[in-house]
């Protein structure tokens, strides 16, 4: 049974939005409503990456209005025509990563030693067959031609049982991914991760040592009542109950967020600057919650261990059969390429479009207006399309492109909704966001065809530096 109720956040005010009707934001984040229920498992879901804190507190007392203080979070409400679009005034990467990538099983560290060590074992015995094979004498090697042939069911019932091996292997360690129901393989644990994400937590705190904003900061405290507010809201969800989420927020132009295994928020400056309000804010951090309570670092890894593992007997196989060292190396490249669009991408693609669908859900528990979630990757694109960064193929990427993640949360959004709904949150009466954006998208291209010759020689056409004014 859902369970659904509403508490006192702060007892303040947040005037922190872009669009919508003023009124429900306010109503949001004053009366601080929040929901406690079980996220609905549905059949037949579809399952199309996480920082640290120098205090354990985190949750914002002040009572200064949110608004007051951070004015780039604040815009007016659409209820003109717009005049102005806002430009980001940020550094922005070919995407927004929202993850820090593990490539390997690291945990225990014993397999960071030994995954180099597996691979050029399984070189080296790949190579001493090929010359032991050369350096054997015809008549023998019709000898040994001979005895396979009559010996071939024996070979091939060993390869079976080779392959039945990894077969029960791999159903024997598939689990219930939390809250979306969906099967995984999952070798390593959360408990196994725990050493690595203090190191992890170590190693960035000291890159980011001198970057770190204080708590008094009012991005910090926005970031630490976002935070709050969403695991409080769902708090009813063992896996977020469970850990302590420690907020980092670091003065960093690049758009990036992420969330360790153990709770540990790290949040950059560019990332605040690119959010339109404290909606958007609040579906990123829940993406990045959501990476960390459905145990993505831990599936990741053992996903890519349990791949590398097969792969040493392809390696082996490669270098014994390529009659020379230079084809066994391009033979290893387009194998290790064959793995990593195949298998490793699409997987990543995965996670980050369960991350996307689990984050909304957190969202709507918290009263979120999670109409403005797939709005936040429009401005995303249109941001690479005005800065003129190349557009590559998703099969590219470990995330989706921006296009498909607005168009897949567009689709999430009625659930969502209906979520929120169930929660008692405030109606939301005002006008939809993705309009809004629709609205001034159709005012920034009349803006941009108005302004015509006098400014076109003056930069490069291919790139366009539209610099309008935040209102």
């Known amino acids: 049974r859902n369970r659904c109720q509403s508490l006192d956040l702060s007892g303040n005010t947040i ?49 200064q209005a949110l608004g007051e203080k951070i004015p780039s979070l604040l815009i007016s409400s659409v209820g003109q025509p717009p005049r102005h679009f806002a430009a980001w005034n940020i550094q922005i990467n070919r995407s927004f990563h929202t993850s820090p990538s593990l490539q390997a099983a690291p945990v225990p560290l014993f397999w960071i030693i030994v995954k180099p060590a597996q691979k050029l074992f399984a070189i080296i015995l790949g190579r001493s067959i090929r010359n032991w094979w050369k350096a054997l004498p015809p008549n023998k090697r019709e000898l040994f031609k001979e005895s396979a042939r009559k010996n071939k069911w024996k070979i091939l019932l060993g390869v079976s049982s080779l392959g039945v091996v990894f077969i029960m292997f791999y159903f024997t360690h598939l689990e219930e991914t939390p809250i979306t129901g969906r099967a995984r393989l999952l070798v390593f644990g959360k408990e196994h991760f725990r050493e690595l994400s203090q190191m992890e937590y170590d190693m960035w705190m000291e890159q980011f040592k001198s970057q770190m904003l204080p708590e008094t900061d009012a991005r910090y405290q926005v970031v630490e009542r976002v935070v709050g507010h969403l695991s409080e809201s769902n708090k009813d969800i063992p896996q977020v109950s469970a850990l302590e989420w420690v907020i980092h927020v670091v ?79 391009v033979g290893q ?34 009263c979120v207006d999670v109409r403005a979630s797939s709005v936040f990757w429009q401005q995303m694109e249109l941001a690479e399309a005005i800065q003129g960064q190349p557009k590559l193929p998703e099969w590219l990427s470990t995330h989706p492109s921006h296009e498909n993640r607005a168009e897949h949360l567009d689709r999430l959004i009625p659930e969502a909704l209906k979520i929120r709904e169930s929660c008692n949150c405030p109606s939301l009466s005002g006008p939809d966001p993705r309009l809004i954006f629709k609205l001034n998208m159709q005012h920034l291209l009349e ?23 935040h209102t």
């Open 15 to 63: 005037n922190c939005f872009l669009t919508g009707n003023p009124d429900s934001y306010r109503n949001l984040n004053g009366k601080g409503l929040r929901c406690l229920l079980d996220v609905p498992h549905t059949s037949g879901q579809e399952v199309y990456r996480n920082a640290n804190h120098s205090s354990g507190r985190f949750f914002s007392q002040s009572s």
């Open 251 to 329: 003065d960093e132009p690049g758009v990036n967020a992420f969330v360790l295994p153990n709770g540990q928020v790290f949040v950059f400056t560019g990332l605040l600057d690119a959010v339109s309000d404290i909606h958007q804010l609040s579906f990123i951090l829940g993406h990045e919650i959501a990476h960390a309570v459905l145990e993505h670092a831990a599936e990741k890894a053992s996903l890519v261990h349990f791949l590398d593992f097969l792969s040493l007997i392809f390696l082996t196989m490669i270098w014994a059969i390529c009659p020379r060292d230079s084809l066994a190396v």
């Open 333 to 366: 490249w387009i194998q290790s390429k064959l793995q990593e669009f195949m298998f490793d991408r699409p997987y990543s693609r995965t996670l980050e479009a369960e991350a996307d669908k689990v984050g909304l859900q957190f969202a709507a528990k918290a």
């Open 447 to 469: 803006s941009s065809k108005g302004r015509g010759p006098p400014n076109s020689t003056k930069q490069d056409p291919s790139k366009p530096k539209l610099d309008f004014p």
